[in-house]
């Protein structure tokens, strides 16, 4: 019988499952979607109850899709939404204390203000390759522990777990197990990059119990196995866990130094792997754990947009500019150019290279004649605009140009912007033949730890591109374009 992967990438919003076989075959993929909280502003939450039911439905609907039985399938990695927090009860059922915070969620951003203003930020930076944010996880754990009650007095007693989405998938997909690995463990703000360890003196600054945290282990580990998960024979070992964006830059193939990739889905999130030793940002930028197999750790260079695939959900759902994300295309489409419009889609603060968390979203250049069309055709181009800032800075940082990009996520099926993000980096964009390498990149690493694939070298010529986009844009209309850019976010700038 053929080895057979099931991947779960746990997002944003919606659970994917794919099924693929040895030759990256894709045999099911099926999306579920689940609710979004905004129990205030800036506050995103979701629930972990309805995380799992979209997990299941998932599973189940993708083993229907390609008429097969769980018991074919040889492994299974999941990949997920890295710094949303999340904190439950021991036991089998994994009883949420509370709503999951999401990494988009602003409420820390005092306190973060506060630990700057103490000089903490240069210490955080020197240990995690992180900035003081409300976007990772420290900063959520502690306030769910000050704020949720009897939080701090059950973590005390180590009679709650705390985990990002994976640790929490694999609990809840093996009776118990509570682990975790490198590269999410590397977005809490809690681990030492250097070590891959969970650090004492910021469990200490952030005053959260080192006994509710997951143990961190390798890559190229057996997680678990399965027991009790619906519609699946126990026993399936769970090879495969990863954060999202590194989980991306490993079903990309990009296993050299120097090779980048950028994932277009809720956010944009732009990474180049930097080899062996870390390189800390001078350009605010993250220095990210990429994987770590045996001994053998690899980092990364990451800058990450918060909102580009949200901003055509907004455009979908709050201005009702259309019914499908994808009709966006047509519409914008349907004009020339955007006519002089500038969105900045700052619809959750701004990431890298800005980092403004009260930022809020500007549309500019308006005039009596801008159509929906040319909001449309606006918001594809303010995501290109995001990307470019993102891989200009990792280019300082890691001090060589890139000479290509290769491309994933819904957003990257998008010819648009694609060919927009091309002529913006004078770059070439390569777009995978698999869009969801998110989900892919955790089942290759599911089957590297079973054989299904001898080494990285088997896996790389497996790897094949859909479509290549090559620069059309003259200089200098590429730098007029950049020019109304940047003027719009100094403008935000100001509002802030």
């Keep these: ?69 769980g018991e074919m399938i040889s492994a299974i990695g999941i990949t997920n939404q890295r710094e949303t927090t999340c904190l439950w009860h021991h036991g089998a059922e994994a009883k949420p204390l509370h709503r999951a915070i999401v990494w988009q969620d602003r409420r820390t951003h005092e306190f973060c203000q506060k630990l700057k203003k ?20 420290g900063t959520k754990i502690h306030w769910l522990l000050k704020n949720v009650p009897q939080a701090k007095e059950l973590a005390k ?7 990002t989405i994976e640790s929490y998938l694999l609990y809840r997909m ?57 519609g699946l024979p126990d026993g399936i070992p769970i090879t495969g866990m990863i954060g999202d964006q590194q989980s991306a830059l490993f079903g ?26 870390p390189i800390f940002s001078k350009n605010r930028l993250l220095t990210t754990v990429a994987w770590k197999f045996g001994n053998k750790t690899f980092y990364g260079i990451e800058g990450s947009a918060f909102v580009t695939g949200a901003a055509v959900q907004w455009l979908r759902d709050g201005l009702e500019l259309f019914d499908e ?21 700052a619809l959750s603060g701004m990431g890298a290279p800005h980092w403004l968390p009260t930022a809020t979203g500007l549309l500019t250049g308006m005039s009596r004649r801008t159509t929906k069309a040319h909001i449309a055709r606006a918001t594809l181009e303010g ?15 890691f ?41 892919l990149g955790a089942g290759l690493q599911a089957g590297l730890n079973i054989g299904v694939w001898k080494d990285l070298e088997e896996v790389q010529k497996l790897w094949k591109a859909d479509k290549t986009y090559s620069p059309q844009m003259a200089s200098k209309k590429r730098k007029a374009e950049v020019l109304r850019w940047e003027k719009a976010i100094k403008a935000v700038k100001l509002l802030c």
């Design 1 to 69: 019988m053929k080895p057979l992967i099931l991947a779960i990438d746990q997002g944003t919003t919606g659970t994917t499952a794919l099924l693929f076989d040895e030759h990256f075959q894709v045999l099911g993929k099926v999306n579920h979607e689940f609710p979004q909280h905004f129990p205030e502003s800036s506050w995103v939450e979701h629930d972990l109850n309805e995380i799992w039911s979209s997990v299941v439905k998932a599973v189940s609907d993708v083993l229907k899709e390609a008429h097969i039985s």
């Design 118 to 137: 103490q000089g903490c930020e240069r210490m955080i930076h020197k240990k995690t390759g992180l900035l003081l944010d409300p976007y990772f996880s």
């Design 157 to 163: 007693a180590g009679k709650i777990a705390f985990g």
């Design 174 to 230: 093996t009776g118990g197990t509570h682990r975790t690995e490198p590269s999410n463990a590397s977005r809490t703000m809690l681990m030492d990059l250097k070590t891959c360890q969970w650090d004492d003196d910021l469990l200490k600054l952030f005053q959260i119990p080192k006994q509710i945290l997951p143990e961190i282990v390798s890559n190229d580990t057996e997680f678990g196995k399965t027991k009790g998960f619906p």
């Design 252 to 277: 990309q193939a990009c296993f050299e130094k120097g090779t980048a990739k950028c994932t277009y889905g809720t956010g944009a999130f732009a990474l180049v792997n930097t080899g062996t030793a």
């Design 325 to 345: 994300s994808a009709q966006v295309e047509t519409l914008a489409n349907s004009v020339t150019d955007s006519d002089g419009v500038v969105f900045v889609p």
């Design 383 to 397: 995501v290109a605009f995001q990307v470019r800032e993102l891989l200009e800075a990792i280019e300082k940082d």
């Design 399 to 439: 001090g060589k140009k890139i000479k290509f990009c290769k491309v994933d996520g819904g957003g990257a099926a998008n010819d648009l912007m694609m060919q927009f993000q091309s002529d913006l980096l004078g770059c070439q964009i390569i777009r995978s033949r698999v869009l969801e390498t998110t989900a």
